[in-house]
């Protein structure tokens, strides 16, 4: 990637940018970005990635969906958006950061555990067609 990447909290003026995946309404999303748990990857031709976190019991960060702009995948975007929130979460005293992925998707499993998350659990039939969800934890120091 040529120009600087920013990683930045998303504002209310990326809600379609953000919200594009259509996981989630734009409404929840524009809150998610009011209690700051979007976070936005730009370089200077605009946004070209992004993620969204959610805390279990409030207090657990976990990675809810990481997204990148399928001209800006493999380059760096999706991992300089984790390193952003391992930073944030680390200093604000959080041990572990999670995720997680269907367990019928073998590409989102491979880049969690390249990116160092390990495996720590499955909840079967939790998605639609009785597929499971597999867990995924990385420490954070």
């Given at each position: ?29 524009a ?22 976190v959610?805390f ?5 960060p ?5 997204w ?6 493999r ?18 005293g ?39 969800e597999?867990f ?6």
């Open positions: 990637m040529s120009s600087e990447l920013i990683i930045r909290s998303a504002g209310i003026g990326d809600l379609d940018f953000v919200s594009q995946d259509g996981h989630v309404s734009s409404d929840v999303v809150e998610k970005i009011g209690r700051h748990e979007v976070v936005v990857a730009c370089i200077e031709d605009g946004p070209v990635g992004y993620a969204r959610e279990l019991w409030s207090t657990v976990f990675l809810s969906l990481i990148v702009s399928r001209p800006h995948r380059q760096g975007v999706g991992k300089a958006i984790l390193s952003h929130l391992e930073r944030r979460f680390a200093a604000d959080h041990l572990a950061l999670f995720s997680s992925s269907q367990a019928d998707e073998a590409e989102p499993q491979a880049w969690h555990r390249r990116v160092g998350f390990e495996e720590c659990g499955i909840i079967d039939q939790i998605n639609e067609g009785g597929v499971g597999v995924f934890r990385k420490g954070l120091s």
